[in-house]
């Protein structure tokens, strides 16, 4: 936008997407307002006009504004220009601010606006990604598509990016009920694994779990993505036929073993190691049958329907 077109906006008391600073704003206000029109529909920040409500009045640029210590508290990836407005009767600049694609820091916090254009601190949603180990090619892909789509608005947590060396797993999994949004990648290797059961049965103490809860139900189609030397014998979660009846039986027979194990210890230092088994075992053992009927009501899409989409259906709810 011109220089020109601005100044005639101003005259035509056209505030839609102005936004005037007189007589003077603190620099963090104008630099979080930046980081709010980047994340928005740009605007632009005119210095030395006063909106009364009523009628935009040209005042004069008489204060300072430290812009180059306010730049340097914003993201790189702002996209502005600041520029003297030629009034005839007062000195005037401006800041035209456009949208940007990738969310704008300012501080190191993301802003937006609104309904009231009102500057609020954007929440950036926390989403834990719950996957066996033998699906990772599709658990890669997933956290690179959401990272791609969610342009910096999502915080994925992964076991595989943020366990260290002798962490504590399961702590690490009782933090799930802290995440916006949980999406399980569900899979023949998922509904027996013993982690990713026990991520899931923890996420159902939480009271909104059925809104914190997104699935991908891979299918025989979701084959393609894995490389042949690593995929699985079976791929596909079976929860839509009568088979997913065998996934309690498995359960049923893993309560079985690990208890069988422990009346055959005697030795109650050996015995220690299995409290923890014991106790996830028959969580998910208590859990399963909700949980595939959870799966199975869901209607989640294969991984390739929704890559196909470009992941709009996920977004729609992690970025509402």
């Not at 940007?100 to 916090?109: G, K």
């Not at 979701?222 to 995929?231: G, L, S």
Request: proline share 2%.
């Amino acid at each position: 936008m011109t220089p020109n077109e601005v100044l005639s906006l101003i005259a035509n008391n056209n505030r839609d997407n102005i936004y005037c600073v007189y007589p003077v704003t603190p620099d963090e206000t104008i630099g979080r307002l930046i980081s709010a029109l980047s994340n928005c529909g740009g605007g632009l920040i005119v210095f030395g006009v006063q909106d009364d409500g009523k009628k935009l009045r040209v005042k004069g640029y008489k204060f300072n504004v430290n812009i180059d210590s306010i730049q340097a508290k914003l993201s790189v990836n702002v996209n502005l220009t600041i520029f003297d407005l030629p009034h005839e009767t007062a000195a005037l600049k401006c800041i035209n601010v456009e949208r940007c694609e990738n969310v704008v820091l300012f501080d190191d916090a993301p802003y937006t606006l609104d309904h009231n254009r009102n500057v609020t601190e954007l929440d950036i949603k926390k989403v834990f990604l719950s996957y066996s180990h033998n699906d990772t090619c599709i658990a890669d892909l997933v956290e690179e598509r959401l990272n791609f789509f969610g342009k910096g608005r999502l915080t994925i947590t992964r076991d595989k990016r943020t366990l260290e060396y002798k962490s504590d797993i399961q702590k690490f999994m009782q933090t799930v009920s802290s995440h916006d949004f949980m999406v399980s990648i569900i899979s023949d290797s998922y509904l027996k694994s013993q982690g990713c059961m026990y991520e899931v049965s923890e996420l159902m103490r939480n009271r909104a779990f059925n809104d914190k809860l997104l699935t991908i139900i891979l299918s025989e189609t979701d084959e393609n993505f894995y490389p042949k030397d690593k995929k699985p014998k079976q791929i596909k979660a079976d929860v839509y036929s009568l088979n997913r009846f065998e996934y309690l039986k498995y359960w049923e027979n893993e309560k079985g073993k690990v208890n069988k194990l422990n009346s055959e210890i005697s030795d109650l230092a050996l015995k220690q190691g299995l409290v923890d088994e014991i106790k996830q075992i028959n969580t998910i053992s208590t859990n399963i049958s909700e949980l595939i009927e959870i799966f199975k009501k869901s209607l989640g899409k294969d991984f390739t329907e929704i890559n196909q989409n470009e992941f709009s259906d996920l977004l729609s709810i992690l970025l509402s």
